[in-house]
């Protein structure tokens, strides 16, 4: 049964949330879990259309595993002479000339979303120093993610070779200008480091304008961004290392009033490949999933496209993650292989609030910020809400 709204808007079930002054309701997405949670629940409809409407077209503009979205025509266009169909008619490429020694650079022009979803990539990278780098996609090919996950086979029996370390050209192999993308030849882009949160932030600022005086918090797996009035003590979410989480450490109640939180993990996205379990969180400096000490990190920060950027950042940085994090000033929850847990940065105790830094770390992308990022105003329920985001 889809949730109540008005026709036109894809397959979300309601959730059972335990109280009425809100509605949520989730549906499978961009590969993973979305979950969208509104008040006054009455604007519930209007919220998930809008959500829809954000969710498709980041999708169709940054999915590597569609062979019709925007990104894999780019990876398919002959170097020098490809031209994104999203373009403006009547833009022609007119490319520039790259340095003797460099390799040939393929320009094309393409759509202002993903323009803004690979510039909040590269921001990210520069951000991190390379921590996070759009250009591990031919790299998680080569160790066998080519493929949407549900779909990825899996080598239990060790019957493939050893995957070796993937080729990362680096992220000043990409240039945007713009809406003028220019990549190296034999770049393949996966935005997977920053998308999800990009994605979180745009579909949360849309549904809050569909619920004027009220709130709404957008999960995509785990990635969570929040908008409009949050109720008292912040919106009540679940960190876990999992999306579902089960067991009897299932993880920690926070409090988020703005902005965004993400969690990277190296337990989800696993597979099989010549006898090794891989996962998709790749170190671009090895080619390879990356080895450190922490299995999951959480991060708050002023937007969730640079708390998925921070995260994966700190999954890659392994020992070195809590001083790069300490030195953003971020509240981060690091998890380590032993289960051990480690809260920096001012990351509340259970059930506490999330003081998100006002600091922006990463440029404003092009359409700004969650909507009304800071403003806390009293919600329909206080301090008793459920969980409602994990």
């Given at each position: 049964?889809?949730?109540?709204?008005?026709?036109g808007f894809?397959?979300?079930y309601?959730v059972d949330?335990?109280?009425?002054?809100?509605?949520?309701a989730e549906?499978?997405?961009?590969?993973?879990?979305?979950?969208?949670?509104?008040?006054p629940p009455?604007?519930?409809?209007?919220?998930l259309?809008a959500?829809?409407?954000?969710?498709?077209?980041?999708d169709e503009q940054?999915?590597?595993?569609?062979?019709?979205s925007?990104?894999?025509?780019?990876?398919?266009s002959?170097a020098?002479?490809?031209?994104?169909r999203n373009?403006?008619?009547?833009?022609v490429?007119?490319?520039d000339m790259?340095?003797?020694?460099?390799?040939?650079?393929?320009?094309?022009?393409?759509?202002?979303?993903?323009?803004?979803?690979?510039?909040v990539?590269l921001?990210?990278?520069e951000?991190?120093?390379?921590?996070?780098?759009?250009?591990?996609?031919?790299?998680?090919?080569?160790?066998?993610?080519?493929?949407?996950?549900?779909?990825?086979?899996?080598?239990?029996?060790?019957?493939?070779?050893?995957?070796g370390?993937g080729h990362?050209?680096?992220?000043?192999?990409?240039?945007?200008?713009g809406?003028?993308?220019?990549?190296t030849?034999?770049v393949?882009?996966?935005l997977?480091a920053?998308?999800?949160?990009?994605?979180?932030?745009?579909?949360?600022?849309?549904?809050?304008?569909?619920?004027?005086?009220?709130?709404?918090?957008?999960?995509?797996?785990g990635?969570?961004?929040?908008?409009?009035?949050?109720?008292?003590g912040?919106?009540?979410?679940?960190?876990?290392?999992?999306?579902?989480?089960?067991?009897?450490e299932?993880?920690?109640?926070?409090?988020?009033?703005?902005?965004?939180l993400a969690?990277?993990s190296?337990?989800?996205r696993?597979?099989?490949?010549?006898?090794?379990?891989?996962?998709?969180?790749?170190?671009?400096?090895?080619?390879?999933?990356?080895?450190?000490?922490w299995?999951?990190?959480?991060?708050a920060a002023?937007?969730?496209?640079?708390?998925n950027?921070?995260?994966?950042?700190a999954?890659v940085?392994?020992?070195?993650?809590?001083?790069?994090?300490a030195?953003?000033?971020?509240?981060?929850?690091?998890?380590?292989?032993?289960?051990?847990?480690r809260?920096?940065?001012?990351?509340p105790?259970?059930?506490g609030?999330?003081e998100?830094?006002?600091i922006r770390?990463?440029?404003?992308?092009p359409s700004g910020g969650p909507?009304?990022?800071?403003?806390?105003?009293?919600?329909?329920?206080?301090?008793?809400w459920?969980?409602w985001a994990r």
């Amino acid at each position: 049964m889809a949730a109540m709204g008005p026709e036109g808007f894809r397959d979300w079930y309601p959730v059972d949330a335990g109280a009425t002054t809100v509605a949520v309701a989730e549906r499978a997405a961009l590969g993973t879990t979305a979950r969208v949670v509104v008040w006054p629940p009455s604007r519930a409809g209007r919220a998930l259309v809008a959500v829809d409407a954000q969710l498709a077209l980041l999708d169709e503009q940054a999915s590597r595993f569609r062979d019709d979205s925007e990104i894999s025509r780019i990876h398919r266009s002959p170097a020098g002479a490809a031209r994104s169909r999203n373009a403006r008619p009547g833009d022609v490429p007119s490319p520039d000339m790259p340095a003797p020694d460099a390799p040939p650079l393929g320009s094309c022009l393409v759509s202002e979303g993903l323009a803004e979803a690979i510039s909040v990539a590269l921001a990210a990278a520069e951000w991190t120093g390379g921590l996070v780098d759009p250009t591990v996609g031919g790299a998680l090919c080569s160790l066998g993610y080519d493929r949407d996950f549900a779909a990825l086979p899996q080598d239990r029996h060790g019957a493939a070779a050893p995957p070796g370390p993937g080729h990362v050209p680096g992220w000043q192999s990409v240039r945007l200008d713009g809406r003028r993308l220019r990549l190296t030849a034999g770049v393949r882009l996966d935005l997977g480091a920053t998308a999800k949160g990009l994605g979180s932030d745009r579909a949360a600022r849309a549904a809050a304008a569909c619920a004027p005086g009220g709130g709404v918090l957008v999960s995509l797996g785990g990635d969570i961004a929040v908008a409009g009035e949050a109720p008292e003590g912040g919106w009540p979410v679940l960190v876990a290392d999992e999306p579902e989480p089960s067991g009897p450490e299932v993880g920690q109640l926070v409090r988020l009033a703005a902005g965004g939180l993400a969690t990277s993990s190296i337990l989800c996205r696993r597979w099989q490949r010549g006898g090794r379990t891989l996962h998709h969180i790749v170190d671009p400096r090895t080619g390879l999933p990356a080895a450190g000490p922490w299995r999951t990190a959480s991060v708050a920060a002023t937007s969730c496209a640079e708390a998925n950027a921070a995260a994966t950042a700190a999954i890659v940085a392994g020992k070195h993650a809590a001083d790069w994090l300490a030195a953003q000033g971020l509240p981060a929850r690091l998890v380590a292989r032993d289960g051990s847990v480690r809260l920096l940065g001012g990351w509340p105790a259970a059930g506490g609030l999330l003081e998100v830094p006002a600091i922006r770390r990463m440029p404003a992308a092009p359409s700004g910020g969650p909507a009304d990022a800071g403003r806390t105003a009293e919600g329909p329920g206080g301090r008793s809400w459920p969980h409602w985001a994990r």
